[in-house]
T-cell receptor, first 115, second 114 residues
Framework: GAVVSQHPSWVICKSGTSVKIECRSL??????MFWYRQFPKQSLMLMAT?????????EQGVEKDKFLINHASLTLSTLTVTSAHPEDSSFYIC???????????FGPGTRLLVL | AQSVAQPEDQVNVAEGNPLTVKCTYS??????LFWYVQYPNRGLQFLLK??????LVKGSYGFEAEFNKSQTSFHLKKPSALVSDSALYFC????????????FGTGTQLKVEL
């Protein structure tokens, strides 16, 4: 149980285009989803917290207009990187948790390369 | 602010030997502590957590962790390491106010050799 999927697993795009990443909880309803960014050989940096049906809460320093997050249902959250630039290239990981539960379950990650 | 520290970037151990991956924490109040493992180009897999109760927590794949309040530590242990345990291990602490956010340590690369 507690499986989280991400799609796509990797994506290459041109600078200036937008990329959408999906995060799905497959066998549970995730009231909260989290989006992280991980640079090579570094830890995870929380970008934003997304609660179903409400606006995402972004961490300090994360541009809301650049990283659009939507959590329209209890099983799906999306992260859209708008007008992507090479510095946005990274490994993006989502996680999901049940209401009131502490444990986060992580997706397999999406590797983004912006050329 | 809540934080965890992993003092070792890398730990090397021979297969069959016991392993320890260290983590210390700094929190106000009672800590909610987690260990996750990450294999190359993959997301994180949950290993175990300490919320309350017994100081020795047993988790997945034969791992366990010991919560030590006096030393503010939560070291991950396994009695007998396997080559397949080689991966990146993260300790994390939960911030309970304002969204149940996890703060991760910098990670420790475990290498188990034959």
């Amino acid at each position: 149980g507690a499986v989280v999927s991400q799609h796509p697993s990797w994506v290459i795009c041109k600078s200036g285009t937008s990329v959408k990443i999906e995060c799905r909880s497959l066998d549970f309803q995730a009231t909260t989803m989290f989006w992280y960014r991980q640079f090579p050989k570094q830890s995870l940096m929380l970008m934003a917290t997304s609660n179903e049906g409400s606006k995402a809460t972004y961490e300090q320093g994360v541009e809301k207009d650049k990283f659009l997050i939507n959590h329209a249902s209890l099983t799906l959250s999306t992260l859209t990187v708008t007008s992507a630039h090479p510095e946005d290239s990274s490994f993006y990981i989502c996680s999901a948790s049940l209401r009131g539960r502490e444990t986060q379950y992580f997706g397999p990650g999406t590797r983004l390369l912006v050329l | 602010a809540q934080s965890v520290a992993q003092p070792e970037d890398q730990v090397n151990v021979a297969e069959g030997n016991p392993l320890t991956v260290k983590c210390t924490y700094s929190v106000s109040g009672n800590p909610y502590l987690f260990w996750y493992v990450q294999y190359p180009n993959r997301g994180l897999q949950f290993l175990l957590k300490y919320i309350t109760g017994d100081n020795l927590v047993k988790g997945s794949y034969g791992f366990e962790a010991e919560f030590n309040k006096s030393q503010t530590s939560f070291h991950l242990k396994k009695p007998s390491a396997l080559v397949s345990d080689s991966a990146l291990y993260f300790c994390a602490v939960l911030t309970t106010g304002g969204g149940n956010k996890l703060t991760f340590g910098t990670g420790t690369q475990l290498k188990v050799e034959l």
